[in-house]
Each structure stands twice: as C-alpha cells, then as structure tokens.
C-alpha cells in the first residue's frame, strides 16, 4: 500500500511539473521575449568549403550552428529554411542540401539549442514548441527575403504553429513527416507502434523527463527513424543524435495544441510509406486541413532524407517548388 501511495505522490508531481510548464511556457510569452541567451557573443566558429558548384559555410554564431549551402549559380531567388527534428540537428539536412544546391537552391539549416553543435542554453527538460518557436522566428527574420520553410517531424510541428503565430507570409512550406495536424494522441496506428515496440523506452521518459530513451541505442533509434534500405547505418544515425526534452511530445496535444487554420500559404506534405513515428492515414488527414498536395514516398521511414529514396524525394520538392516560380 505505500509503495501505492508513493507512485500516486510522483504521478500527481510530475503531471503537475508538466502543467506547471506548459502553462508556463505559452507561445505569446516565448514570443514576446528574445529566447537567445548567447546574442551578442558573436560567430565563435566559421568553416568555408569549395564544393565546386556550390560553396558549404559551417558557423555558430550567436549560440546557434548554421550550415548554409549556396549555389555559385543561383537558380531560385528564395532561401530554403530547414528546421529539424527531435534528437537531430543541421546535420540531418546533408543530402538534400547537396542534391538541392546542385539544382541551384541557397538552404540554411540551423540547430535549435542542446542539439547538433548549438550550446545548451537551458535544460532539455524544461524545452517546450513555444520556446522553441522563438528561435525559428529569429531564424525567418535574419535572413533577407521570406524563405521556404521546411520541417522535419517536430520541425515540421514548428512549421505549423510558424503559420499559426508567426506568419502565413512565407513564399511556401514543406512539411517532412511531420507531427500531424491535430494531435500526437489522435494518430492510433503510431501510438501502437510505440507503446508494442518501446514501453521501457515510454517509462523512462517518464521517469528521466528527457525522450532520449527512445534512441537510446541505434536498434531503438533505427526502429523509429529508418528503414532497411537508409543510406546511413544505424550506428552512424545514433552518433549524432542528443536528447530532447518530453515536454514537447505532451504539448502536442489539446488544449496545448491549435494547428493552424484557412492557410493560404502553398503547402506540401511528404509521407513515408513505412514510417513508425507518423502514419499516412493521418498524415493524409493533415495535408487535407491545409489544403496542402501530399507525396507518399514508397518504402520509406520516418528520416527521409536518409532513406535510398532520398534524392528523388528531394528532385520532387525541387519540382514542386519550381513549379511555383519561387
């Protein structure tokens, strides 16, 4: 009976840190303030490299790491902005930022705090989506024309609420397996999957307050991340990923999630056949709320841009945008 008593006493604490933060962490408040502790410190490593076609400048400047591929002959006038998941950084965007400068298309990938090469600027635990949105508003605003916004998964929840809060004034969004349009819970087919293939993964989140136990070895990261055919091998994904905070899975949901709505703005939504973390059913479901064009990609998991599909995933998204004169 005590120990009852005493899992009940964590239960009704840790709901109540949960709220505590969500409650707290509201996308008017985060929005409201510069969310950047580092600016001002200035560019504390830049990297320059001739690629031939294209020139790759690697830099953190400001507490945040940027990759920036540019074409030495542009094609397109509009940036491509990318904004990654959870446990990923900059680096994931690598192909599509090689196969998207050769068709001559500027991309920036940045990574948020805590991830990639970006310096910890406040606890994984405590990071919510609002705190987070703040940093991709810094990153639409700096640079000199609006750019297409491109995310993946939670970057792709962060393109939506981008539309939500920030501006539907954006040339185009594409959404890469995105968080889906309404809530995590909804989407019955990825809830299953997690809770048959990972419950200790699922409990220790709970218990850690960081979902970095559900990469917590390259088995349970490739589980979730990629498909038998990747490009990359689960031990080379699993190097590179951190940890990330739980909050943000929780917020994607009601009351704490509102997708945006009657959006204007050209969207389009990528599907992998296989994925694990989103299902097509659902992500059918989101493109239709935005009215968006959808592309199921056959045979592929949740990282796209790793799969062997990837460069006719992202020859596609060139079409797609070129179409639209950007």
Known sequence: MIIFY????????????????????????????????????????????DKGAYTVTHSIEDGIER????????QHATPILMAHG???????????QEILAEKGWESVAYSLPGHGKSPT????????????????????????????????SMGGALSQWTLRYITQELPAVVLVAPWVSHSAVSDTYAMVNLFRDDLPGILMMFYKLNADSWVRTPEKAAQKLLS????????????????????????????FWKPAENVKTPVLVLAGERDAVVSVKKLRETAAHYQADLKVIPGAAHNLMMEKSCRETAESIDVWLSARHL
């Open 67 to 74: 990759i920036v591929y540019t074409p030495k002959v542009r």
């Open 228 to 255: 038998k055919d990747a490009v990359v091998s689960p031990e080379e994904l699993h190097r590179q990923l951190n940890g990330e905070s739980a909050l943000v899975i929780f917020q994607h949901n009601p009351p």
């Open 121 to 152: 600027q406040r606890s994984l635990t405590t990071c919510t989506l609002g705190y987070y949105l703040a940093f991709v508003r810094d990153e639409i605003e700096r640079l000199p024309v609006r750019p297409v916004l491109m995310g993946h």
């Open 86 to 96: 959870m446990w990923h950084g900059a680096w994931c965007w690598q192909s599509w």
């Open 6 to 49: 005493l899992i009940l006493a964590y239960l009704i604490l840790l709901w109540g840190w949960i709220l505590f933060w969500l409650l707290h962490d509201t996308v008017p408040k985060m929005l409201a303030a510069d969310q950047n502790k580092l600016r001002g410190t200035g560019v504390t490593f830049s990297d320059t490299t």
